[in-house]
């Protein structure tokens, strides 16, 4: 029996850049918890984003954000990864080369942004509808590191440069393209995948109570660590093949399997 449905957001339960989570899955993630399936938004989204996207069920789910640094259960904050401040700091110094990249260091319960990039902070706010505060610079950041992204507009150039990135910093960092043009550093072996398994292991479910939808890098050890995955067909190929099944839209998919109670 499914226990937990956990769903990637954006190109996965979102299709589109900028959509809203469709109205029906709100009606049933209420069914499914009338049923003892408890659903998860997996996320690289901060938790206060997530919680505006999911506002009418926002405390009847649970929230694996930024790429697995977070997990929140029963609107309670229960796991945290933590980035070496040294380290940090080194990856930061080096986004100061690369023009092409706006910065977004995440905090539990705000995202900071440079003073000197109001336009992009602007975007995160008004547009990703990410809580945002701006900060004079990089040593003005009250709380510990543990997910630092860099946004380039260029999608195609943002990933071909995650092979750069993870050249630079792949010993000290988990480094991933989690699409939209984002590249995403976290704690070295933090991935969505191991906070699943944390979540797993911490309350008693196993890999085949687990279903997961995806579609891109970032998902991709989450898709592996569960007993029945979904890549989106648009996933890249080396991920829909390990997968599960694959499909074109969640919503359909869950009606599918779980049509007896929906």
Not at 210 to 217: I, K, S, T
Not at 228 to 240: H, N, Q, T, V, W
């Amino acid at each position: 029996m499914i226990k937990v449905i956990a769903s990637d957001m954006d190109g996965t339960l979102i299709p589109h850049y900028g959509d809203g989570v469709p109205e029906e899955m709100f009606q049933m993630i209420r069914k499914f918890r009338e049923h003892g399936i408890q659903f998860m938004a997996a996320s690289g989204r901060q938790h206060a984003n997530l919680q505006y996207m999911f506002k009418p069920v926002r405390d009847e789910i649970d929230y694996l954000c930024e790429n697995g640094c977070l997990v929140f259960h029963d609107g309670k904050l229960v796991h945290q990864e933590i980035m070496p401040e040294d380290a940090a700091l080194d990856l930061l110094s080096a986004f100061d080369d690369k023009r092409e990249y706006e910065v977004l260091v995440s905090g539990v319960d705000t995202s900071y942004v440079y003073a000197t990039s109001e336009k992009f902070g602007n975007f995160c706010r008004d547009v990703v509808h990410n809580h945002v505060t701006f900060v004079p610079t990089i040593h003005d950041i009250p709380e510990p590191y543990f997910k630092i992204s860099g946004w380039c507009s260029d999608e195609k150039h943002a990933l071909q440069e995650v092979t750069y990135w993870d050249r630079l910093f792949g010993d000290l960092f988990t480094v991933v393209y989690s699409g939209n043009g984002w590249v995403d550093f976290s704690p070295k072996g933090v991935t969505k995948g191991s906070a699943i398994t944390w979540y797993m292991n911490e309350y008693g479910i196993g890999k085949d109570e687990v279903m997961a939808f995806g579609d891109n890098y970032n998902d991709e050890d989450m898709l592996n660590n569960v007993g029945f995955s979904y890549a989106m067909k648009s996933a890249p190929e080396e991920i829909r093949d390990f997968c599960y099944g694959t499909t074109d839209n969640v919503v359909a998919t869950l009606k599918d399997a779980f049509k007896d109670i929906l």
